[in-house]
């Protein structure tokens, strides 16, 4: 090898490495997802990228007359022979570093096994499987029509698209989850569904990729012949797995119990690992990295679909072995490298030549109809087994995001099936595709999870009564002259006519405001609490402290209580947007208030005209 290719190798790598960091800075700092940024910094600097600027370029020869542009043509002219020297040693050096994008892939895969702990599954039961099965089947089945009967795909390029499609990328949501201080049930059930998630579409994409070459060359595949090649494959890749488990487990050795999880800082040294309490660290690290290496390899070599080994070999680590493996998978100072080499050198894969108007009707037409079968088929199995609609409401929205694992396995699709135009159209139509899942999954993600925690993070405990509140939080404060008596017919009636009697004391100039923010919460989750009782609440920007509008009905209306009774009371809860604690204490309060005392007792007979004695009377009972 000589020198000047060296010279560019490393030139390449150096400036790949500190496009994509910078362009991860500009995305972070512009809202639109770190990731993006990088895979759109190894775009810029990669070598289809250049070729295409090298082109211009020399088609726009009289450009370098003007003074601007000369250090640019002096970079190509005079820094390199020539730039097809460059463009094929560019090329040469991305070729050669694809193994990484396997590598990565698979430490992705592994550690998704720390999540398939069996007592974990447990707690969540059948809800997640069901889900899961649902909304891939509703994905694969949606864009394998789609593209059969619209852009005439193979119906096996058109399945492996499918099945591209399930994955499901879990670390925006769970950043965004952390970031917000989301936990509990959402968080639980997400992990398990996203795991089981991107679990069925290895295997479906194992099962595909490996019949695919069968079909395309027009080799004979019966369908006996297809189930034993599907079972010895999933059968051989789960030994391998078996097998990268077995080294883990002889290299580093444990004897501690499941349930110890606080690891010394101390004794990092190789003696440390291979003690019998290991603890996280680098050293696990780059061990671990090094026998899932070999395992990879070992699968890819009898052509066997390696993801399903590497998350094997995470199930077993999960269930049979010690945590300090997948803690040191999550050590923050080294696995950003891996993610920033990952994503750059997607990002400088990406042909844009081959973009066109055709491509983009492919990436459209992929973005719908994925968005289609996992919104409503998350949706369907979230309804199927019962679960709480607020989660309801909310999961199908944080399974839209795509990045990792469909990316590399649009690599995989492309090396298996070398340069056949379907291989290259599933390549053009996926790889855009990530983005405006990424882009749009963030915004989305988001918002939806600020919204969640907008409703509901507390509310459980507010209804209990068990928020602390202030002595300033005081019934007669809170409602002051807002105690109506109201006739309405149904429970969008009751909330328009209390929204109104907010508007008659000057308190909002538009009763849409709050209604519409109203009637989006009890889409989430009925706010009878039973007893006859209603608590409709909501937070908006156009106040600067609490409102409660208390009215007593005429007549019981139907709310879709807990307890299936009609509301004859209701407190209208309305709290400043950036006051969450003040929304819950607001509703901690009047849910004591209403469980210590007889309201109706003290309201019926009188007139709202006495309120300072009705609330001076719930107050002091309240105590």
């Known amino acids: ?51 295409l600027i090298d082109n211009f370029l020399v088609s726009h020869s009289y450009l370098s007359k003007y003074r601007i542009l000369q250090p640019l043509y002096s970079f190509y002219n005079d820094s390199f022979q020539s730039f097809d020297s460059m463009y094929v040693a560019y090329q040469d050096t991305y070729s050669h570093m694809q193994f990484f994008t396997f590598l990565f892939l698979g430490l992705i895969t592994f550690s998704l096994g720390e999540e398939l702990h069996l007592e974990r599954m447990k707690k969540i039961g ?98 006996s012949h297809l189930t034993f090649h599907v079972v010895e494959e999933i059968a051989m890749a789960l030994l391998v797995g078996a097998g990268i488990f077995f080294a883990l487990k002889l290299t580093i050795k444990s004897n501690g119990s ?51 080994s590497s998350m094997f070999a995470g199930f077993l680590i999960s269930n049979y072995h010690h945590q300090a493996i997948f803690d040191s998978l999550k050590i923050k100072n080294v696995m950003p490298i891996f993610n920033l080499m990952f994503f750059a050198l997607i990002g400088a894969s990406i042909n844009l030549e081959q973009f ?35 989660i309801t409401a909310t999961v199908p929205k944080l ?20 340069n056949i135009p379907e291989s290259q159209s599933l390549v053009a139509t996926v ?32 209804y209990r009564s068990e928020i602390p509140v202030g002595k300033e939080m005081e019934l007669k404060f809170l409602i002051e002259d807002r105690i109506v008596r109201l006739s309405p017919n149904s429970k969008t009636e009751a909330i328009t006519m209390m929204a109104n009697e ?30 006859g009782l209603a608590l409709p609440h909501c937070r908006i920007a156009s106040v600067d402290r609490v409102m409660v509008v208390l ?33 819950l204490q607001a509703i901690s309060k009047i849910s004591k208030a209403v469980k210590e005392i007889n309201f109706r007792e003290i309201i019926q007979g009188n007139s709202p005209d006495n309120y300072d004695e009705l609330l001076g009377e719930m107050e002091g009972q309240s105590v």
């Open 399 to 418: 399974m839209l995001p795509q990045a990792e694992l469909a990316a590399i396995e649009t690599i995989i699709v492309a090396n298996t099936l070398g």
């Open 551 to 583: 009215a007593y009905f005429d007549k019981a209306v139907d709310w879709n209580s807990l307890d299936n009774k009609a509301v004859d009371l209701a407190f209208m809860i309305i709290t400043p947007q950036e006051s969450p604690e003040l929304h």
């Open 258 to 308: 499941e349930d110890d999880e606080d690891y010394s800082e101390e004794g990092s040294s190789l003696s440390a690992v291979l003690s019998n309490h290991p603890t996280p660290s680098v050293e696990i690290l780059f061990i671990t990295i090094g026998i899932i290496a070999m395992g990879i390899a070992t699968a890819i070599h009898y052509d066997l679909p390696f993801l399903l």
């Open 126 to 223: 059948w809800s997640a499987a069901i889900i899961t099965l649902v909304q891939a089947f509703a994905t694969v089945a949606l864009i394998t029509i789609s593209f059969h009967y619209i852009f005439g795909f193979p119906v096996i390029i058109g399945l492996l698209l499918g099945s591209i499609g399930v994955a499901t990328a879990p670390a925006l949501s769970f950043i965004l989850m952390n970031k917000f201080k989301i936990e509990g049930n959402l968080k639980n059930i997400l992990a398990n569904i996203i795991v089981l998630d991107d679990l069925t579409e290895v295997l479906l994409f194992s099962i595909f990729l490996g019949i695919a070459p069968f079909i395309i060359t027009g080799g004979e595949l019966s369908i």
């Open 502 to 531: 907010l508007k008659r004391k000057n308190i909002i100039a538009d009763t849409d405001v709050v209604t519409n923010a109203i009637f989006e919460r009890e889409m989430l989750a009925t706010t009878g609490i039973g007893k």
């Open 1 to 51: 090898m000589s020198l000047h290719l060296i010279e560019l190798q490393i030139f390449e790598i150096g400036l790949l490495v500190f496009a994509a960091y910078m362009g991860g800075i500009i995305a972070r700092k512009l809202r639109i997802g770190e990731v993006i940024g990088q895979i759109l910094g190894g775009v810029i600097v990669g070598p289809n990228t250049l070729k």
């Open 356 to 390: 066109s108007m055709q491509t983009l009707s492919f990436v459209l037409v992929y973005v719908l109809v994925r968005s289609v079968g996992k919104y409503f088929g998350t949706y369907l199995g979230c309804k199927f087994t019962g679960l709480d609609k607020k």
């Open 431 to 462: 790889v855009p595709a990530l983005i405006i899942f990424q882009l749009g999954g963030a915004y989305l993600s988001e918002r939806t999870l600020l919204r969640w925690k907008s409703w509901v993070t507390g509310e459980e405990k507010a």
